[in-house]
Each structure stands twice: as structure tokens, then as C-alpha cells.
């Protein structure tokens, strides 16, 4: 009775294969490339600082916090920041708001050659500026955030900065490596769109085929084990 169910299992087990194989392998591959790049690489904290260092002391942010704070109904964070040579603001609560810190008034978002200064102030490679763009709404390798400055660099890797339109602030940086893995990333957990969701109903089904394909492989073993002892035939 045992001998009878190895042969629609061996059928199962080839047609679950089948199914499989393409998936398994870009689940293999995938694991050894994001297995490969460290994160560091990843996240590109050789291509570009996330923050410089404050040259300002508080003595320098002269405006009146009592006025700015004004700006919000409720107020959470206050943190003095800088635009290269100038002091600015960040005030939090209901809504983000930027302010210069020395006049006191709403900043003036950047312009174009402020922010390329800005962003090679940040860069840490080696290329020039090959595009900036100012985008309504970012890409989705950001979020989809609003109003920010694209800066891209002509290095081997393709660096690009992300900015606030507003602030001149780094939101993030990504890369030519950033892609690669992010694109591995979305083989591994099958979700082709986003590629955010982990518990996508695909991925699920994959997953659940994938465990039966190993339950039947591991049943077939037992059709010859190694340890039964074969008949040997007469001489």
C-alpha cells in the first residue's frame, strides 16, 4: 500500500517542481546577493554624509523662538539646524516648518544652485553633477515624498541625493547598488509593485507549494532508503 503512493507523490513532487523552480531559484539567488552587499553599501554611507556638523552655536540662532513657535497649535520638537552657511529652524507640532535663525522669518525654500552646493557639501565620491530635478512627488525608492530635489551624480554607481525642496535637508541617497538589491528584494518576497509587502497573498501561496514540495521529496526518500539492504542477485 506504501509502494502504491510513491508513484502519485513522484508526479506531485515533479509537477510542484515544476511550479517551483523559477521562484526557488530567485529566492537562492536573491538570498546570496543581499547576503553579499552590506547594508553600509546598501544604504550608501560611503557615497554621502546624512548630516554635517553644526558649525553654529546656539549664540548664533538670534530669532525670537517665542514668535516661531507661534507657527503651530501644537508644538512637539524645535531643532536648530543649517543650510550650509546659514542657520536655520525646525519646528514640529501640527505641521513641519522651517524658519532662518537669525531673522526669524518662514525660510526661503533653495534654490537650484544652493541645493548643488548643498549636495556636494554631503557627496563623498568622486563624480560631477549629471541632473537635478525638482519633483512635485518623488519616486517610489523614496516614498513617493513631495517636493524634493533630485541630484544625481555621474559616478560609477549613479548616486543620487534626495533633498527637501523646502529645507535643503538630505531625506536619503540611493544607488546603482540600492537598486540591484531592491530589485532582488522584491524577487525574494514577490511583491512586484510596491515591494513593501511581506505577507502579499502570493508570496504566501509560493510558500505553502514550496513546504509540499519538500514534504514529497522528503516522503520519496523513504521509496529506497539507504539503509535497506538490497537483494543480491544470483550469480
Known amino acids: 500500500m506504501i509502494k502504491a503512493a510513491f508513484k502519485p507523490i513522484r508526479k506531485?513532487?515533479?509537477w510542484l517542481g515544476?511550479?517551483?523552480a523559477i521562484q526557488i531559484f530567485a529566492w537562492l539567488l536573491g538570498g546570496f546577493v543581499?547576503?553579499?552587499?552590506p547594508l553600509e553599501k546598501v544604504h550608501g554611507k560611503h557615497l554621502a554624509h546624512r548630516q554635517l556638523d553644526n558649525p553654529f552655536t546656539r549664540d548664533?540662532?538670534?530669532?525670537?523662538?517665542?514668535?516661531?513657535?507661534k507657527s503651530?497649535?501644537?508644538?512637539?520638537?524645535i531643532a536648530f539646524k543649517h543650510l550650509l552657511d546659514i542657520p536655520i529652524i525646525k519646528v514640529q507640532g501640527d505641521k513641519t516648518t522651517w524658519f532662518n535663525g537669525v531673522t526669524g522669518k518662514t525660510l526661503v525654500a533653495p534654490r537650484e544652485a544652493l541645493i548643488k552646493q548643498q549636495a556636494d557639501a554631503h557627496y563623498l565620491g568622486n563624480g560631477e553633477i549629471s541632473d537635478v530635478q525638482l519633483l512635485a512627488n518623488g519616486p517610489r525608492e523614496i516614498g513617493y515624498k513631495e517636493n524634493v530635489w533630485s541630484v544625481t551624480y555621474n559616478d560609477w554607481c549613479s548616486t543620487t541625493l534626495y533633498l527637501e525642496a523646502q529645507s535643503g535637508q538630505i531625506i536619503t541617497v540611493r544607488s546603482t547598488i540600492w537598486r540591484i538589491f531592491d530589485f532582488?528584494?522584491?524577487?525574494?518576497?514577490?511583491?512586484?509593485?510596491?515591494?513593501?509587502?511581506?505577507?502579499?497573498p502570493l508570496l504566501i501561496s509560493f510558500s505553502v507549494v514550496s513546504v509540499l514540495f519538500c514534504l514529497s521529496g522528503m516522503f520519496l526518500l523513504f521509496q529506497a532508503p539507504p539503509w535497506r539492504k538490497r537483494r543480491q542477485k544470483p550469480a
Open 184 to 200: 532582488f528584494w522584491m524577487l525574494h518576497i514577490m511583491d512586484y509593485d510596491e515591494r513593501e509587502d511581506f505577507n502579499n
Open 12 to 14: 506531485i513532487h515533479k
Open 18 to 20: 515544476y511550479l517551483l
Open 60 to 69: 548664533d540662532y538670534i530669532a525670537d523662538l517665542n514668535s516661531i513657535t
Open 72 to 77: 503651530q497649535d501644537t508644538l512637539t520638537n
Open 34 to 37: 543581499m547576503s553579499a552587499i
